[in-house]
């Protein structure tokens, strides 16, 4: 009869010590970078308790399971344009539906392939307006509306509207694209002060999500077919299918910023370009090593932290950057905290949906399932 019950007391020891120790661990951050501390012992088996710690977690019910909501939904349709704040939206086998479905482009005529016209070289872009109007994402600026593009391009569409398929590069990821060169969008682009030549590009497969995704992705319980056996394919995201950051990072980076830089300077989440912004958790940054969760019941993994450019310090009001890039140099003084980046600041997390065809919405449970140790990688 003692065994009976000294059997369950010895596992309850057992957890509560891998927990505390954890817990030390990460408060001094030794599960970090060498670079950061300045350390020459090797951090792997750090890691790997850690890890253990919180795959015995998972397989144990209420226990480091913290719940909340979704609290806004952010869809992007044509990358680095301004997003459309929704209540209900499809998650489709690229991430949200329409997200970055669409880009600004210029021809490189020395690489010979299309990139990326970005926010952070043409702040003005932050002050674009966008709708969803009848079908068709209306754009426009300065109160006049320029060009509108559809939500859902047809065939016929870009037999219409769009060239050859030609190469394109993202963050040095290759993949195809088609411009749309029926698309005269040089009315807008004097508006708004870029040069006319850019154009407007479609991905018609887009590009497979190899890095840091789950090699087992296909083999999960529920997991939902796409056009690639093995991978999720995105369109225009920088390379995963969401963003997600949490509103309690976010206020904890204005306190940050108001200590260091005034009670002026601050960040919302329109600054991050989230696709999912969460209320709470309670401890700031307490995403970083999510591994997989559910909104409302439905699973994503998450793949890794998100490494942060310039765009933060954009001052979406005006239309130009912040002098001094406050944002960024408040985030480097805190924020470098991945092994696989450790000149990198983070904030917000990506992740990989396992099912889709379904909708999230508003006010819907979001729930942690398991943590883990999250690394970047160069994407490839």
């Known amino acids: 009869m003692f065994f009976l019950y000294a059997v369950p007391c010895y596992l309850v020891v057992a957890v ?35 890890n253990t710690t919180y795959k015995v977690n998972s ?39 329409c997200d970055r479905m669409y880009m600004l482009g210029r021809f490189d005529a020395v690489r010979q392939k299309w990139v990326m016209v970005s926010l952070r070289q043409h702040a003005s872009l932050s002050r674009v307006e966008l709708r969803l109007e009848d079908g068709h994402f209306v754009v426009g600026y300065g109160n006049r509306d320029y060009f509108s593009v559809p939500r859902s391009v047809s065939k016929d569409y870009l037999e219409k509207m ?24 040089r009315p807008f682009l004097a508006a708004v002060g870029l040069p006319e030549h850019y154009k407007l590009l479609y991905a018609p497969f887009g590009k497979l999500v190899v890095t840091n995704s789950p090699q087992n992705l296909a083999a999960l319980p529920n997991y939902t077919p796409g056009s690639h056996e093995k991978y999720r394919v995105t369109k225009f995201q920088d390379y995963f299918p969401i963003l997600l950051i949490s509103d309690a990072d976010i206020r904890d980076l204005n306190a940050r910023l108001a200590k260091e830089h005034g009670p002026e300077v601050r960040t919302t989440p329109t600054n991050f370009r989230p696709n999912i912004l969460i209320d709470g958790p309670e401890k700031p940054y307490d995403t970083d090593d999510w591994y997989r969760f559910t909104i409302s019941g439905r699973q994503w993994v998450v793949t890794s932290k998100c490494p942060r450019c310039s765009i933060p310090n954009i001052d979406f009001e005006t239309g130009k950057q912040r002098a001094k890039q406050p944002v960024s140099r408040t985030l480097a003084s805190f924020r470098r905290v991945d ?30 399932l398991e943590r883990r140790l999250n690394q970047y990688g160069e994407l490839a």
């Open 339 to 368: 092994r696989g980046g450790p000149s990198l600041a983070f904030f917000g997390i990506s992740a990989v949906q396992v099912e889709h065809g379904y909708s999230v919405s508003v006010g819907d449970r979001v729930r942690l």
């Open 59 to 97: 397989r144990i019910p209420f226990l480091d399971k913290p719940e909340t909501f979704v609290k806004e939904i952010r869809v992007h349709p044509i990358k680095s344009f301004p997003g459309l704040k929704v209540q209900t939206w499809k998650v489709t086998e690229h991430g949200l539906e």
């Open 16 to 50: 509560a010590v891998l927990n505390g120790a954890t817990w030390l661990l990460k408060a001094l951050s030794l599960h970090e970078t060498k670079q950061q501390h300045g350390l020459s012992l090797n951090l792997a088996p750090v890691r790997s308790f850690i």
């Open 162 to 185: 769009a060239g050859n398929r030609e190469p394109a590069e993202l963050w040095n990821v290759d993949f195809e694209v088609v411009a749309l060169e029926k698309l005269d969008l």
